[in-house]
């Protein structure tokens, strides 16, 4: 490995390498997977000058730590954190200059859950049908990241951006989800129909990238027959025996066998990516575009 190369140093709870993901294989039983927060990655690949399909480090509340081999240009954003190099403070939402050998520190979530690396080249792993994404469901590319794991890094594109802070959307303190209803919501009792998009839920602290959970009202079949699996798109709102509906996220299966009452709307997920446990989230409906 050349001196293009980057050392975990600490990993955090959940630190992976995403992309923009894979979709089109459904058919294959692969998930979409790619990074929670789409427009935090895309955002700190343009501050560093990346290409949009660059690989960057997803962490998950914690942070992590990591110590580039080479001088690279690095920027953090997503959930809100201190950042730090050498020890010495350093920004966030901007574009960083960090010298071989030092250490890069992503701070704990101030806010929201998902903080974004990425580093100038891009992470630079072996992709699997096209992406170089951790898919955590079905365990396509690279696992997530442990203390010691180095990591190959691509050259560098172009210049980095020239901005102090580029704004980005704060973490939600109310989590508002627009649904569109069906295919199954014939599954569903009318008073439960009602209570899905007029109840409130929170965001359970079971979620992950497989799915959001909720807490909340249960929502009642109406029927008692089984449901064959079918597939399943990114924002389903799948409802299981306990009532409690799920958002399939970017590591969702491929197919399911229980119905789903409605599909989120893709500008809204990574609004969910960033909701803590306990947000309040509201389902609103709205019409099929």
Do not use: K
């Not at 389903?236 to 509906?245: C, E, I, S, T």
């Not at 969702?252 to 989230?281: K, N």
Request: aromatic content about 4%.
């Amino acid at each position: 490995m050349t001196d293009r190369a980057l050392a975990v140093v600490r990993a955090g709870m959940l630190t992976t390498v995403q992309d923009r993901g894979r979709p089109g294989h459904a058919h294959l039983g692969v998930p979409r997977s790619g990074a929670l927060d789409a427009p935090a990655a895309a955002l700190v690949n343009r501050l560093v000058g990346n290409p949009p399909a660059a690989a960057v480090l997803e962490t998950t509340l914690n942070g992590c730590a990591v110590r580039p081999r080479s001088t690279v240009i690095v920027a953090v954003a997503g959930a809100p954190c201190r950042v730090a190099v050498d020890g010495r403070p350093a920004a966030w939402g901007a574009p960083v200059r960090v010298s071989a050998g030092a250490v890069v520190d992503v701070g704990p979530a101030l806010s929201g859950v998902r903080s974004y690396l990425a580093v100038s080249g891009g992470v630079d792993v072996e992709p699997v049908l096209g992406s170089r994404s951790t898919d955590l469901l079905s365990g396509l590319g690279p696992p997530p990241l442990t203390d010691g794991t180095v990591l190959a890094l691509g050259h560098a594109h172009g210049p980095h951006a020239r901005v102090d802070v580029a704004p980005q959307p704060g973490p939600p303190a109310e989590l508002v989800l627009r649904v569109t209803t069906g295919p199954r919501d014939d599954w569903f009792t009318p008073e439960a129909l009602r209570a899905f998009t007029s109840r409130a839920y929170r965001v359970s602290a079971a979620s992950n990238r497989i799915g959001l959970r909720t807490e909340g009202p249960a929502l009642q079949w109406a029927r008692t027959a089984e449901l064959p699996s079918e597939g399943m798109v990114l924002g389903a709102v799948q409802v299981p025996p306990n009532g409690r509906p799920v958002v399939f996220l970017a590591d969702h299966p491929t197919t399911g066998g229980y119905p789903v009452i409605g599909v989120v709307r893709t500008a809204d997920l990574a609004a969910a990516a960033q909701a803590p446990p306990g947000t309040p989230v509201r389902f609103v409906a709205v019409r099929r575009r």
